[in-house]
Nanobody, 120 residues
Framework: QVQLVESGGGLAQPGGSLRLACVVS????????LGWFRQAPGKQRELVAA???????NYADSVKGRFTISRDNAKNTVYLQMNGLKLEDSAVYYC??????????????WGQGTQVTVSS
């Protein structure tokens, strides 16, 4: 059973920084992709950033150059460093583990979410 627990959310001012962390318990496979999604009120959940088992990263255009995703496989942890925060970054941020053991099979596991609020 895979479980994800996020931490690090909170209140920040515009231009400020926050660092989110997600600890994954259970079996993590080398090819698992870890990612961060967010959902603002009235909006769909969207991908923020993802990192593959090989270390390749992918970012939403809206956060490129401001956010950095990283993973520490020894600690089963994925991080999201958020700099230059904007009001529109306010959302609930969810950690995600994506697993594709075969071409036909895909599994997604989610954390409970952590609130990020950017306000002056």
């Amino acid at each position: 059973q895979v479980q994800l627990v996020e931490s690090g959310g909170g209140l920040a001012q515009p231009g400020g920084s926050l660092r989110l962390a997600c600890v994954v318990s259970g079996n993590i496979f080398r090819l698992d992709t870890l990612g961060w999604f967010r959902q603002a009120p009235g909006k769909q959940r969207e991908l923020v950033a993802a990192i593959t088992g090989g270390g390749s990263t992918n970012y939403a255009d809206s956060v490129k150059g401001r956010f950095t995703i990283s993973r520490d496989n020894a600690k089963n942890t994925v991080y999201l460093q958020m700099n230059g925060l904007k009001l529109e970054d306010s959302a609930v941020y969810y950690c995600n583990l994506n697993r594709r053991p075969t071409v036909e099979a895909e599994y997604n596991y989610w954390g409970q979410g952590t609130q990020v609020t950017v306000s002056s």
